[in-house]
């Protein structure tokens, strides 16, 4: 049925296996593959009037939201500014005249968000969303809905509902870049290309489930952990960071890779792990030589990379979690798999209620 653990021990570990699945429904909401090209729905955004776009969600969706920000910088050239929703309130933001608002939101009942949309709407804004639940108040209140397809997700720590939004925002914003004239026809089938394995792609990065299991045995045991990485895998080491510290109660901390040693690095030694969230992509070798600085100061350096990435600068890592090679630009779809993963493994080894951690609920409907 659409809600029992079909097999699996929780909630969340079905959800993590799901994927393939549901990002390959979210993508045919948007994609033609014969013809290569992206589809929006109907009366969404002019993209080519649009002289900016304010994005705000709260938790795992607002991670979705900093990555969308180098997609839409990249291919749409569009300025865009993202922000928390519990903070965007509290900002004179400089509303334009000809600017959109788009919020993200699994639920579409989180307090922060709904009050965020109705701010922007006060300012003129023409509001978006990409949100799961259909029949939710974020849902009703917005102009346009932008379609995921993630069904219902149970588990407290959201899994599935990130990737379709990811996928949701990467079609969003290669549509945006087609309608801005900033993308070629060329580039966008490329990109379709690409986006269209990637679900062959997560269900091989699955198959890494019980090297992470073994790996993380050693994780449960630390007190702290971090997790690095630059350009569009910057968001997926705050989202690792996250997971974790959801379920597994460690404290984990997301950087970019490159403001480790303005502070950060202080804390590296033997008992802290660093999670490096290393794609091969034009920001590899930089990352790597962030992941070399932790482990000359003997720092327990777990790489997540390709396999040509690992055997490049993997040897000397304390342990290294292969992750299929994608276009560098959509890695953040493929490398949330093995964060995810990571942090599940080490919640049941240290046996806390995973579907249900302390503290935290589903949808907060409180500001
Ligand atoms: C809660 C959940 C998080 C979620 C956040 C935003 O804090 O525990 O997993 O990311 O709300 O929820 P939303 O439904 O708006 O995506």
Redesign the pocket.
Same mark, same amino acid.
């Given at each position: 049925g659409l809600v029992d653990k079909e097999g699996h021990r929780h909630f969340m570990a079905k959800e993590i296996h799901e994927q393939p699945e549901v990002i390959a429904h979210t993508i045919s909401r948007y994609v033609d593959p014969s013809t290569k090209t992206v589809r929006l729905p109907n009366g969404v955004f002019d993209f080519a009037k649009l002289d900016r776009l304010t994005v705000t &969600?709260? !938790?795992? &969706?607002y991670y979705a939201g900093l990555v969308s920000k180098y997609w839409f910088e990249k291919w749409a050239k569009l300025p865009i500014e993202i922000d928390v929703a519990s903070e965007l309130r509290y900002r004179d933001v400089p509303w334009t005249k000809n600017g959109g608002a788009l919020f993200?939101?699994?639920? !579409? @009942?989180?307090a922060d968000?709904l009050a965020a949309l109705r701010d922007a709407r006060a300012n003129g804004q023409q509001i978006a969303t990409v949100v799961n639940v259909a029949e939710s108040s974020i849902a009703r209140e917005a102009d346009i809905i932008f379609p995921m397809a993630a069904g219902p997700e149970i588990g =407290?720590?959201?899994t599935k &509902?990130f990737t379709c939004q990811l996928v949701s925002l990467a079609c969003i914003a290669i549509a945006a870049g087609r309608i801005r004239g900033t993308l070629t026809a060329e580039e966008e089938s490329v990109l379709v290309t690409s986006l269209l394995e990637i679900p062959r792609l997560v269900s091989e990065a699955l198959k890494q489930s019980d090297k992470i299991e073994t790996i993380a045995r050693d994780i449960a045991k630390a007190t702290g952990i971090f997790y690095i990485g630059r350009g569009v895998s910057y968001p997926i080491a705050l989202e690792g960071a996250l997971k974790l510290k @959801?379920i597994s109660y460690i404290h984990a901390e997301g950087y970019a890779a490159g403001e480790l040693k303005h502070g950060p690095i202080a804390l590296i030694d033997e008992n802290l792990p660093i999670v490096v969230i290393a794609p091969k992509d034009a920001h590899f070798e930089k990352t790597v030589s962030n992941m070399q600085e932790v482990m000359a100061r003997d720092g327990k350096a777990l790489m997540v990379s390709c396999k040509d990435g690992i055997a490049e600068a993997g040897g000397k890592t304390w342990a290294a979690i292969e992750t299929p090679q994608t276009h560098p630009m959509l890695a953040p779809i493929v490398y949330t798999v093995p964060v995810q993963l990571l942090a599940y493994f080490t919640a049941t080894t240290k046996g806390t209620d995973v579907d249900q951690p302390r503290n935290? &609920?589903?949808? =907060?409907t409180v500001e």
């Open positions: &969600a709260c !938790g795992t &969706a993200i939101s699994q639920s !579409g @009942e989180t968000t =407290v720590a959201s &509902a @959801e935290l &609920a589903k949808s =907060v």
